[in-house]
């Protein structure tokens, strides 16, 4: 058994998910408070604003810089695109579940599956059409409100980013990853408004609500494991799951 933690290790644990809960909250509000204004129809003009500044006044087809910044964004977004989050979730898995860490593989199915059908939810619910102000420039078909992208890949790059910051040795690599995960979380719903097929608001929806989830996602795991009810332990003995 792992020998109890010091009490400035409890205190720092304690302040940590403090934190995380204060987050979590934050995020929810966040979302809330844009729902709301985009129902009522609020954010019109910031978001044909946003939309405009990133197009050729006299071509709303030709997104603004070079030709390679369009090439790089279309690449960008795929990185939150249904089959590399796919690709990514079921890799992970895969290793999570052959390294017998089972209470993390069911993590991260959990964050990951049920992201995507809460993402959906959402897109019925609100049943926000497509910007028709510029032109799309790459195909989409759902609903606007929220942005799955942003959402799936803040929630798939969090959960993971968290993953890999906690086998890290040191506070400076545990941030990097972490920093790595949200750069690349942000990158996605930037792609997104820039190629013109969602509203700065429907991605910035996307962000808050993908951030929630993963962080309750994770905040309600690590309950289960400090309750002891999840098992927390792998093959070779040591410590599975969220650190508690």
Not at 63 to 76: L, M
Not at 110 to 120: D, E, Q, W, Y
Not at 122 to 128: H, M, T, Y
Not at 169 to 179: D, F, G, Q
Request: hydrophobic share 50%.
């Amino acid at each position: 058994m792992r020998p109890p933690a010091d009490p400035a290790t409890r205190r720092r644990r304690s302040a940590g998910l403090f934190a995380a809960l204060l987050l979590c909250a934050g995020a929810l509000l966040a979302f809330a408070e844009l729902a709301g204004e985009v129902v009522a129809g609020e954010t019109h003009a910031f978001d044909e604003a946003v939309l405009l500044a990133m197009r050729n006044p006299a071509d709303l087809a030709d997104p603004i810089g070079p030709a390679w910044v369009e090439a790089a964004f279309r690449d960008i977004t795929s990185l939150g695109g249904t089959t590399v989050l796919a690709a990514v979730t079921l890799a992970t898995l895969g290793y999570l579940l052959l390294a017998g860490k089972r209470t993390t593989a069911l993590l991260v199915a959990v964050a990951v599956g049920g992201g995507t059908i809460l993402s959906s939810i959402l897109k019925s619910g609100f049943e926000r059409p497509r910007p028709d102000l510029v032109a799309h420039l790459v195909e989409v078909s759902s609903q606007s409100f929220p942005s799955g992208h942003a959402m799936l890949a803040t929630v798939t790059w969090l959960t993971l980013g968290t993953l890999l910051a906690t086998v890290q040795p040191t506070r400076r690599l545990k941030a990097y990853v972490l920093a790595v995960g949200i750069a690349l979380a942000l990158l996605v719903g930037t792609s997104r408004v820039y190629l013109g097929v969602h509203w700065p608001t429907d991605v910035l929806a996307g962000w808050c609500i993908g951030t929630a989830w993963a962080l309750a996602c994770w905040l309600v795991a690590g309950a289960l494991v400090r309750r002891g009810a999840v098992p927390r332990s792998d093959r070779d003995g040591r410590r599975d799951g969220p650190a508690s």
